[in-house]
């Protein structure tokens, strides 16, 4: 384990992209995102993924200059085209639009097509409720999710993200429709730990303890029908809607450096303030908050926690007293210093 | 069993609620939507229904004469109070005020306070989708799920609710944010049957199969954490923003004839022709229709359904061949002529 400073890691990771082509604000944001993700505790989408990022840009499968376009502009909505950019970016550009747009209208939904890897959706949710306004957003993913009734997969662990405001800290929920994200999978396979049965099924549907099986087939929904159908719908937002590929046609970020990926998102911004008091529904809110946490407590539980609650208070510490990095990820990042001629200075 | 006529059921239902002050229009409208949620398979929220409507009209505790007020609006929002009126004549009027303004704007989201019990979500849903909008909406219930690390109940088996239009029937996904609604809960109750175990928890958060033990505790979310915090967020929504009640606030339907329940909804269209082409996102969402049901199925399994499909065919032939109706509801729909004074014509 190595402990690091969490402004320290954003730097370092912030000059690893630019060597490929990012401005230094698009690198930063990007930076800022994966490191943000190592702060809340969700690592398999943080600076682990550094090196397949670095590897499409390096590629050319991503563009790394950035290009938006808007398509299509009305009151309460618009749809980008991404033209092959960093997801993150695109992403940022998508929902500082979608509340722009919401503040005039009440309302607004921004699709993205021609996108890639957006990295964590609370990232953005938790943007916009800081601006004061509900959020719900989603994105696309390889097919790793098989529909009931058969077991290839067919959708992705497509997140289903809403955010909400209160004076404090945001409530966030971003959880895959599945009983875990693929990306913990992935992670368990790079660390070399096996996964729990009930995570992940093999490509003849059977359940599996081995990661590496469980990533070549597919993950377990939560719900059955039910978190194929949350699934299904953040594809149809994200993907049919935007006019970018869908379930297993999107391209894979792991395996193939040819074609784009044609990932969509979608972000829905809600103002608060055009349907109720602000700070009446604050107020509320945090009643709400403070009524949950006051339920009686189940045997061997501390706390009650509201989504998002864990993962702030993690930020919050970890933003103390600095980011555990496993040996297996802090070599990776020191290898990939090596290879684009960046000075890791941690 | 009783096999009826889909039409002449409708036709019953509505004569009852007219015999408590609904307009003809409005209590078309309710009995379309119970008889329509016979016709699903979603029998919870059918006709079985009919016996605590009509008691909590009668009561006075419903309004039976529909006010709705626009108290914010916005080219992409409004905001509603019910002022205590039947929740599907509320629901309906939000929906197709949502539709309306997306058509303008490109998207919009309309909130309904101090409302009722509004029957399926679906209902809802889909009528915008037969619209060419895809929709997001939902509502809040009394509470039926404890938050995770607590056995006491907070908030209500909120479904969460999504439509997209195809040429054929809408795609329509209608779920409780639990393994079960407690409304299958309550049915099998009402039925004199068990529940298997893991749909529902006792007041002391213990497995139980007895559905009555069931419905004094809590039901059981999917993916724990997850489910609990769709459930919330349907609640911040519904409740927290639109200004109705939230959590264990709301009245009870089922015990209390005195305080209006004060139920929250709300309801989000969106235009997809302002976002892409019509024809395009239709002819797209049906070649991933026509692809998912071509997948390999597994053993056992005669067809793969995407959701909605399995309620949509089971409309078209109970609308065919009758719904059949238990003897305990059966019965209860004649007690209710006898005592409303309708001629029961079947």
């Not at 719908?233 to 044609?262: C, E, R, Y």
Request: with cysteine; charged share 20%.
């Amino acid at each position: 384990m190595h402990n690091i400073n969490w402004e320290a890691l954003r730097g370092y990771c912030q000059k690893l992209l630019m060597t490929q082509g990012l401005s230094a604000e698009d690198a930063f944001l990007v930076a800022d995102c994966l490191v943000d993700a190592d702060l809340c505790g969700v690592e398999s989408h943080g600076v682990s993924r550094m090196t397949i990022y670095l590897k499409r840009l390096e590629t050319g499968v991503v563009n790394a200059k950035t290009q938006i376009e808007v398509e299509r502009e009305h009151p309460a909505s618009a749809a980008l085209s991404a033209c092959n950019s960093m997801g993150m970016v695109a992403a940022k550009r998508a929902v500082d639009l979608a509340v722009e747009k919401a503040r005039e209208s009440g309302c607004c939904i921004v699709t993205v097509r021609n996108s890639n890897h957006f990295g964590m959706a609370s990232y953005y949710a938790r943007s916009a409720a800081e601006r004061d306004m509900l959020c719900i957003c989603g994105t696309n993913a390889p097919p790793n999710i098989a529909p009931t009734g058969s077991s290839k997969s067919y959708v992705g662990t497509n997140p289903v993200c809403m955010s909400a405001p209160t004076h404090g800290a945001p409530i966030v929920l971003d959880m895959a429709p599945s009983v875990v994200a693929m990306g913990k999978v992935i992670l368990a396979a790079k660390l070399g730990k096996s996964i729990p049965l009930g995570w992940a099924l093999t490509a003849d549907g059977k359940p599996t303890e081995d990661p590496n099986e469980g990533m070549k087939g597919t993950v377990v929904p939560i719900g059955g029908p039910k978190g194929y159908g949350l699934s299904l719908f953040m594809d149809i937002f994200s993907g049919v809607l935007s006019g970018a590929k869908f379930g297993p046609h999107l391209g894979n970020m792991w395996h193939d450096f040819t074609n784009p990926q044609d990932v969509g998102h979608f972000f829905i911004a809600v103002d608060i303030s055009k349907l109720t008091d602000l700070e009446t529904f604050k107020t509320r809110l945090e009643q709400m908050v403070g009524e949950i946490k006051a339920l009686p407590r189940s045997e061997g539980v501390s706390e009650i926690f509201v989504p998002g609650e864990i993962e702030h208070n993690r930020k919050e510490a970890r933003k103390a007293n600095g980011i555990e990095l496993s040996d297996v990820v802090y070599d990776e990042l020191a290898a990939l210093g090596e290879r684009y001629g960046v000075k890791m200075d941690f």
